[in-house]
């Protein structure tokens, strides 16, 4: 019995691990974060790291292609509070996320998606 509830807690933390967090649900009515799906939004399947406008599968607006942007924990922050502040002239229609600790739970996600 011990063994099997071992394994129930084993999947019960591991499970959690990737969890979508409630503050991405303001994302996923344009944006995916499994790599070969088409949405409205790039796909977000390992953004963290990557050069901004640069999914060759997604067509950008030039702000964002020209904006030397590379996503990070402080260019996302940035980009998640007032997405047309940060590039000015992106075509996201998305008033973003005042809350810090929304921002920071969308952060950790996103560097969860490979």
């Known amino acids: 019995?011990?063994?099997v509830s071992g394994?129930?807690?084993?999947?019960?933390?591991t499970s959690g691990v990737n969890a979508q967090p409630v503050a991405f649900e303001r994302c996923v009515a344009c944006h995916s974060g499994k790599e070969a799906t088409k949405d409205l939004g790039p796909n977000l399947a390992g953004?963290?790291?990557r050069k901004a406008g640069s999914r060759e599968d997604f067509r950008y607006s030039r702000p964002m292609q020209r904006s030397g942007v590379t996503w990070d924990e402080?260019?996302?922050d940035a980009f998640l509070k007032a997405p047309d502040q940060f590039i000015s002239g992106t075509?996201?229609?998305f008033e973003g996320i005042a809350s810090d600790?929304?921002?920071a739970e969308v952060i950790r996600y996103l560097k969860t998606l490979k």
Do not use: T
Not at 7 to 13: Q, T
């Open 1 to 3: 019995m011990k063994f």
């Open 7 to 13: 394994i129930f807690l084993l999947v019960l933390v």
């Open 47 to 49: 953004v963290f790291g």
């Open 74 to 76: 402080r260019s996302l």
């Open 91 to 93: 075509r996201m229609p």
């Open 101 to 103: 600790p929304e921002r």
